[in-house]
C-alpha cells in the first residue's frame, strides 16, 4: 500500500504560480510511476502530467505543455508539480495518484493508477 498526502493548493490569481507536492508512504515510492490529474467543478477528472518511477519520463496533457513541470525526489517520497500562468480552466482538485505497473509508456487513464491522495484544492482568479 502507498498513502499519498497532497499540500499547496491555494488561492493565486491568473498568471500566478503555484507548487503542489505529494508525500508518498508505505510501498517504495521509488518503484511507482506517479500521475498528477485535476477536477474542476462539474468536470471529470483529467490527466494533467506523470512521471516515470527514476525520472526518466514525463507526459503532459497538452494544455498545460509549457507552464506546468512534473518532477520528483525519490530521497524525499515526494512528487511535485510546478504549476506557472496559471489560467482560471486550471482550477480544480489536484490529486495525486501512483500506479505499480511501471513497464510500457506512461498512462493518462485513472483506472491504470492504484492509489490516490485526497485532493488539494486550486482555485484561479481571474
Known amino acids: 500500500q502507498v498513502q499519498l498526502v497532497e499540500s499547496g493548493g491555494g488561492l493565486v490569481q491568473a498568471g500566478g504560480s503555484l507548487r503542489l507536492s505529494c508525500t508518498a508512504s508505505?510501498?517504495?515510492?521509488?518503484?511507482?510511476?506517479m500521475a498528477w490529474f485535476r477536477q474542476g467543478p462539474g468536470k471529470e477528472r483529467e490527466f494533467v502530467a506523470a512521471?516515470?518511477?527514476?525520472?526518466?519520463?514525463?507526459l503532459y496533457v497538452d494544455s498545460v505543455k509549457g507552464r506546468f513541470t512534473i518532477s520528483r525526489d525519490n530521497a524525499k517520497n515526494t512528487v511535485y508539480l510546478q504549476m506557472n500562468t496559471l489560467k482560471p480552466e486550471d482550477a480544480g482538485d489536484y490529486y495525486c495518484?501512483?500506479?505499480?505497473?511501471?513497464?510500457?509508456?506512461?498512462?493518462?487513464?485513472?483506472?491504470?493508477?492504484?492509489?490516490w491522495g485526497q485532493g488539494t484544492q486550486v482555485t484561479v482568479s481571474s
Open positions: 495518484a501512483g500506479s505499480i505497473i511501471i513497464v510500457g509508456p506512461l498512462s493518462t487513464r485513472p483506472e491504470r493508477y492504484n492509489y
Open positions: 508505505g510501498r517504495t515510492f521509488s518503484t511507482t510511476n
Open positions: 512521471i516515470r518511477w527514476n525520472g526518466g519520463a514525463t
